[in-house]
């Protein structure tokens, strides 16, 4: 089972601020087959990145995945209210797949 | 639209098992792969399996096999998970989230959630 650890647990910014979040698999991801979702409180995960770097549907662009291998990264460029929520990575490229443990975005 | 709408919230004792439906629209039934994800209170997320609309074909998680099965109703559009042995720890929210049969696109809908809470 491939391991996701997400780092840091918590990151504590203002709007308007730049939000970077790290996601490390315990193994490197067949064909960079890594997810970014956002969960707000009450409501289903919703998709932002797919393949580490292509935005889903109707995702803007101040949202950005990269990263290949076993380290990724999140970027949201300018933090706007709707932003802060929690963020998992989640490998969808092997059997069983996982989610990492989660990166809350909380408002400074 | 794309929507898959979820049955109700389910509470049930210790032993008891559940069955919990997601309904899609919008699209062509058989052409994604229905995944279900659960999240215990104040928890992450965490996959349980998934079913190929498509020819019925399961696939489940080391941890929920042999107590986790997963089916589907093309005529109506349906995909079925039931849960058998309920414990305690199964107290949680269950999704259900859509595939690309290809695997390449992950979840892109999702269910509203189902609660189900085991309670002695």
């Known amino acids: 089972e491939i391991v996701l650890t997400q780092s840091p647990g918590t990151l504590s910014l203002s709007p308007g601020e730049r939000a970077t979040l790290s996601c490390w698999a315990s193994q490197s991801l067949t064909s960079n087959y890594l997810a970014w979702y956002q969960q707000t409180p009450g409501q289903a995960p919703r998709l932002l990145i797919y393949?580490?770097?292509t935005r889903a549907t109707g995702i803007p662009d101040r949202f950005s995945g990269s990263g290949s291998g076993t380290d990724f990264t999140l970027t949201i460029s300018r933090l706007e209210p709707g932003d802060f929520a929690v963020y998992y990575c989640q490998q969808y490229g092997s059997s069983p797949l996982t989610f990492g443990g989660g990166t809350k975005v909380e408002i400074k | 639209q794309v929507q898959l709408l979820q049955s109700g919230a389910e509470l049930k004792k210790p032993g008891a098992s559940v069955k919990v439906s997601c309904k899609a629209f919008?699209?062509?039934?058989?052409?994604?792969?229905m995944h279900w994800v659960r999240q215990a209170p104040g928890q992450g997320l965490e996959w349980m399996g998934m079913?190929?609309?498509?020819?019925?074909?399961?696939t489940f998680a080391q941890k929920f096999q042999g107590r986790v099965a997963m089916a589907r109703d093309t005529s109506t559009n349906t995909v079925y998970m039931d849960l058998y042995s309920l414990r305690s720890e199964d107290t949680a929210v269950y999704y259900c989230a859509r595939v690309s049969l290809s695997g390449y696109i992950p979840g892109d809908y999702w269910g509203q959630g189902t609660l189900v809470t085991v309670y002695s």
């Open positions: 079913i190929n609309p498509s020819g019925g074909t399961t």
């Open positions: 393949g580490a770097s």
């Open positions: 919008g699209y062509t039934f058989t052409s994604y792969s």
